[in-house]
């Protein structure tokens, strides 16, 4: 199993050292440490040119494609960040914009996410929270979270965080292997944001040429996911009163 983690960290610290902790404890898993400080990997300069035309057209040429590609290879991707501010790091919020495109044109459903945020008190929540939206947006099923707190380093501290990981990356693993060809698990917010995308892309083909060509041979519940026709009427319920409110001034 290959599994992606991706860390927001500006240095090898507390977040680096429980992940290294997944890739010592696991030495079966095929367990990837991404710091996204070594990645090459621009500031987003909001040009837009990713959404409205397609990533491909973007005009930084750096590893972002390396790393999404990464991405769709791994059977799960973890993602990451210290917190700073009470939320993500400026390496994480700077990865979220360079792949922000995939909010419109998401493609990993039937693919599972964990969730990690260390600090020393407050704020990991919050941190978690952020990455879950963006995470669940892009396709992604949440399989866990964990909130580690390092304030003294001491054994006790560290055998407790220790053990809240490995019980959030066992049922991360676990989830993995069950999903196991099954259709993608699909919630009611992500059909919603699915079909907006979908339905404005109808609406301004000329603008967003690049969502209206990913969107115009596909049906309305992606990656062949199973939903239960009242959640089907109640996003479709939703889209329209979105969408209307969305185009209204435009």
């Known amino acids: 199993m290959k599994i992606l983690s991706i860390c927001g960290s500006p240095k090898k610290g507390n977040t680096y050292s429980s992940l290294n902790f997944i890739k010592e404890k696991y030495p079966d898993i095929d367990f990837k440490i991404l710091m996204l400080k070594e990645a090459d990997l621009k500031p987003c300069i909001g040009c837009y040119v990713c959404v409205k035309l397609g990533e491909d057209k973007c005009p930084l040429k ?68 952020y990455m879950d939206g963006m995470c669940s947006i892009f396709g992604f099923s949440i399989a866990s979270k964990v909130e580690i707190k390092v304030a003294s380093k001491s054994e006790n501290e560290t055998e407790y965080n220790n053990n809240l990981t490995s019980e959030a990356f066992d049922s ?43 969107y115009k041979d596909k049906t309305d519940v992606p990656g062949g996911a199973k939903v239960n026709p009242f959640k089907k009427m109640f996003a479709n319920y939703m889209v329209g009163k979105i969408t209307k409110n969305m185009m209204k001034n435009r």
Do not use: W
């Open 62 to 129: 750096d590893d972002r494609e390396k790393i999404v590609k990464e991405m769709l290879d791994a059977d799960g991707v973890l993602f990451a960040s210290p917190v700073y501010t009470m939320q993500i790091t400026s390496l994480m919020k700077n990865f979220f914009e360079r792949v922000g495109y995939i909010d419109h044109r998401p493609c990993f459903y039937g693919k599972y996410a964990m969730l990690m945020a260390v600090c020393a008190g407050f704020g990991a929540k919050e941190t978690n929270e």
């Open 172 to 214: 991360f693993i676990s989830k993995i292997k069950e999903s196991e060809g099954q259709p993608p698990a699909i919630s009611l917010t992500q059909l919603i944001y699915y079909n907006v995308f979908r339905t404005l892309s109808q609406m301004q083909k000329d603008m967003y040429k690049a969502d209206y060509k990913f």
